[in-house]
């Protein structure tokens, strides 16, 4: 060493460092790398994608040959140091030189390129894995005892390295994930991929059309009311029974009876032989489940039913969907009888409107996890039939009952200006 001169020896020392700096920047690079975005560039044939993914496989081995190196190139250094520092100011330029490398292996060789790596984990990364293949195939004996030893500590203490670790998201982290996106996810793509994620919390019970509510064909009926039920209806299949829901039938489709309309050969015989079976759906059945089934059967519409097999409602494929895309309607008419704006400010309601819709239309944050409708509700709420100018603050919303029928509160009025209930008097 006495015979290699000084700047020789500092190259060879700024070298070293470099290459501790290479070492720390590629392993924080390669260890935060986005694995999902890894993955999609991956299948995209992206060559440094490739090959760090292929490297994050083992990542025991990956750690493994980073350390070795650079444990071995910071020795080195220290070494280089020690050597150049005697030389200099003798054996008491060895404190003076310690405390110079760790200065600056602590700035160049760790924080500035693992931060850099940190920021910036792709351009730091895809090239690092361009080294590490070879590097990893000519120090692999080296690397392999390394990781026996670490192995055998970590199955002593019951992690199993060889098995990967997988980056799976829950659905909350998803959730996060989607709002999170910003300005790169426009807002209403974002709320329909966050309904999307929320279907399976979902059940068709909490959609459906209650079953005070489904327009069907009565067959007992005359004939004549029968036709103009079906020439004003609204609805392009029906649920046809007999006396009541419970003796439903099936469904009709009124496009594939309008060609015997046509021909003045409807009649009631032939509106029989125009039904097709009634598709049953349990009430807590996911709407995501639900989706899959109507898409299986190649069905529209169905009848939900409990555990006892009544019917409680119904539901048709465009509930669910508008549970993802929103209303399709855009006649402000159709849900003017159940939601109408008041000169106040305030909303006069149907008791029948379901909560999902009415905290959908209003932006209302009243709960859902109860009855569905915001009459069940208020009965929950209230554990009695109240009488008409009863008021309430349910869920800070400020509600007064206008209007009760029989066993049910008909009409509400509901102001959207959330209070916070008082707290009760000591």
Do not use: C
Not at 95 to 119: D, Q, S, Y
Not at 329 to 335: A, E, L, N, R, V
Not at 392 to 398: I, N, Q, T, V
Request: charged residues 25%.
């Amino acid at each position: 060493m006495d015979d290699i001169p000084l700047s020789v020896l500092f190259g060879a020392l700024v070298f070293l460092i470099i290459l501790s700096a290479f070492f720390s920047g590629s392993e924080t690079g390669l260890m935060t790398l986005n694995r999902y975005r890894l993955r999609h560039l991956a299948r995209a044939r992206h060559r440094g994608a490739l090959r760090a993914q292929k490297l994050l496989e083992r990542p025991d081995r990956l750690i493994g040959l980073i350390l070795l190196g650079n444990n071995f190139v910071n020795i080195l250094a220290s070494t280089l140091t020690a050597v150049i520092a005697v030389r200099i100011a003798g054996e008491a330029g060895l404190v003076i030189g310690a405390a110079l490398l760790t200065l600056i292996i602590l700035i160049f060789a760790e924080v500035t390129p693992k931060t850099l790596a940190a920021l910036h984990p792709e351009r730091v990364a895809f090239p690092a894995a361009f080294v590490y293949g070879p590097l990893l195939w000519l120090l692999y004996p080296f690397v392999w005892v390394v990781n026996v030893i670490a192995n055998s500590i970590l199955r002593a203490i019951g992690v199993r390295p060889e098995e990967s670790t997988a980056h799976t998201l829950s659905q909350e982290e998803l959730r996060t994930v989607v709002i999170e996106a910003g300005a790169m996810i426009p807002k209403r793509h974002q709320d329909m991929l966050l309904n999307i994620i929320d279907l399976e919390k979902v059940t068709v019970e909490d959609i459906m059309v209650p079953r005070k509510e489904i327009v069907g064909i009565d067959l007992d009926e005359d004939w004549n009311t029968i036709m103009r039920q079906i020439m004003s209806s609204q609805y392009t299949r029906l649920p046809v029974y007999r006396g009541s829901i419970d003796n439903v039938i099936g469904f009709i489709h009124l496009r594939k009876i309008l060609p015997l309309l046509k021909l003045d050969e409807l009649d009631k015989e032939a509106l029989e032989n125009s039904i097709r079976e009634p598709l049953f759906i349990p009430e807590n059945t996911p709407l995501n489940r639900q989706l899959l089934n109507f898409q299986r059967e190649r069905r529209r519409v169905g009848l939900v039913v409990d555990e006892y097999g009544d019917i409680q409602g119904l539901v048709t494929l465009e509930d669910i969907l508008e549970e993802v895309v929103g209303e399709f309607t855009t006649d402000p008419s159709i849900h003017s009888k159940d939601i109408m704006p008041q000169d106040d400010g305030s909303y006069l309601i149907n008791g029948s409107v379901t909560i999902r819709e009415l905290n959908r239309t209003l932006h209302t944050e009243l709960p859902t996890d109860g009855p569905k409708t915001l009459n069940g509700l208020v009965l929950e709420y209230l554990e009695d039939i109240p009488k008409p100018g009863t008021s309430l603050l349910l869920s800070g919303y400020p509600i007064d009952i206008v209007q009760t029928e029989g066993n049910r509160v008909k009409t509400l009025r509901v102001h959207l200006r959330k209070r916070q209930p008082h707290a009760p008097a000591d």
